[in-house]
């Protein structure tokens, strides 16, 4: 089961720009399915964008536009590109996996579609 790590959080204004990063290690990672979920203060787990196994992406409607999925399958790192931060997107992000066969996306799952979880990095935008 992989590992993951992320990094690249931090404090940023409005309309800023961060890169958040997942490193994966342990088994094969081109076999999982991934994502970055957020979590603000008194909320729910929220998705926030995924990359399928077969390389389709997917964004929340609150993020499109402005936040690019990606991953680099050689380093096995995925990593989130954040533009135009608002402030409701503070939150702790977390990098999820999965490798179970799903007939469909499981980000159309939510949490449930993933059942590996790095610790979380903070992301705070103010205004």
């Known amino acids: 089961q992989a590992q993951l790590v992320e990094s690249g959080g931090g404090s940023v204004q409005a309309g800023g720009s961060l890169r958040l990063s997942c490193a994966a290690s342990g088994d094969t990672y081109s076999t999982y399915y991934m994502g970055w979920f957020r979590q603000a203060p008194g909320k729910e787990r929220e998705g926030v964008a995924a990359?399928?196994?077969?390389?389709?992406?997917r964004y929340a409607d609150s993020v499109k536009g402005r936040f690019t999925i990606s991953q680099d399958n050689a380093k096995k790192i995925l990593y989130l590109q954040m533009n135009s931060l608002r402030p409701e997107d503070t939150a702790m992000y977390y990098c999820?996996?999965?490798?179970?066969?799903?007939?469909?996306?499981?980000?159309?799952?939510?949490?449930?579609?993933?059942?590996?979880w790095g610790q979380g990095t903070q992301v705070t935008v103010s205004s």
């Open positions: 990359i399928d196994r077969d390389g389709t992406t």
């Open positions: 999820a996996a999965d490798r179970r066969r799903w007939l469909t996306s499981p980000f159309l799952h939510g949490v449930s579609g993933y059942n590996t």
